[in-house]
């Protein structure tokens, strides 16, 4: 996971600098914001269960601060690194910017492997980071979020601490908690429900009907598995899911209240099949809509040409590779990325943000439909600098991200 973010760090760089170049930005602004303004590593002693102390190391990566408060999720995995926080830190700007939310891009992480560690030292370990980064993040500085391996108990914990530290409740310092403790309804099932709505958006414009539209999903873990129900539940055909074991395929639709019945907590569910085929077959079958919800770099140079999708929906973080963009752009694949497509889950943050502010608590129904207005305009403003400009998805999504971070810079006078 960390090594191959080195690339994905210079990847975004790219773009961004491509960005700010079209829409006529010079060096100083490049400069500013291709790093994160603020990098925090910490190192964090943990008593565990045999009663030996372990000390792990965190990070915490604030990218801009010139429209709001920074914000975006902490990870809980081995192959986190420094870099690999970097690039999610600035990936979070342009989610926000795209979404035109009040905030700059965070991201967190801790080098660790909750699956082997017990519910005390994951505890332990989640109050230890809040007090290390506790002078650096806050309800108006940087809020935290679930990431890979993170969940709404995490965030209980973590909030219950800061709480502590400054002696008043502050559900606002984080989000993605239980909703008794201030979580918004629809949390859970955000970023899926952001994806399905640029998927309708997708087929749309293709003039494909969304019944018996044939949809292939790689991966199975939370943003998949609620991706399949819903895909499977408006009527489309999902012919092709994964995990990290292999994967299953079915021309005429699998059986997906069956397969979710079967998953386990990590999302594995192709162990209990023996007709399995593998991940790499499984991005080039012949279907309308493919999603890649796992890892980066799925989609490359080597196998993009044999991609037989007429759209492609990023719902995990970098699954394509710049090449790989290209070479879908000029087949006319309709790439839709990962900047946009997954930003249903920051959007409802920020709701959940917004309640505990103001103390009032929405409805489902209610955030169900500001998420939908806010993804479709979303996407409809990047479409329409694809369309203006002749730029690919990638590079349109990027200068509609970044443009308003660039603005709040120009006048506040940093550039």
Known sequence: MGETMNDVLHATQVVIEQALKRLGYGEDMIELLKEPIRLLTVRIPVKMDNG?????????SQHNDAVGPTKGGVRFHPGVTEKEVKALSIWMSLKCGIADLPYGGGKGGIVCDPRKMSFGELERLSRGYVRAISQLVGPTKDIPAPDVMTNSQIMAWMMDEYSRIREFDSPGFITGKPIVLGGSKGRETATARGVVIMIHEALRLKGIPIENARVVIQGFGNAGS??????????????????????????????IPHLLDRRDSFGNVTNLFSNTITNAELLELECDVLVPAAIENQITEQNASRVKASIVVEAA????????????TEKGVLLIPDVLASAGGVIVSYFEWVQNNQGYYWGEEEIDEKLKLMMIRGFENVYDIHLTRKVDMRLAAYMTGVRKLAEAVRFRGWV
């Open 317 to 328: 973080n970098g699954p394509t590779t710049l090449e790989a963009t290209r070479i879908l």
């Open 52 to 60: 030996t102390t372990k000390v792990f190391t965190g990070y915490r």
């Open 226 to 255: 609620y991706l399949a129900k819903f895909m499977h539940e408006a009527g489309a055909r999902v012919i092709g899911i994964s995990d990290v074991n292999g994967a299953l395929y079915n021309k005429d639709g699998l059986d």
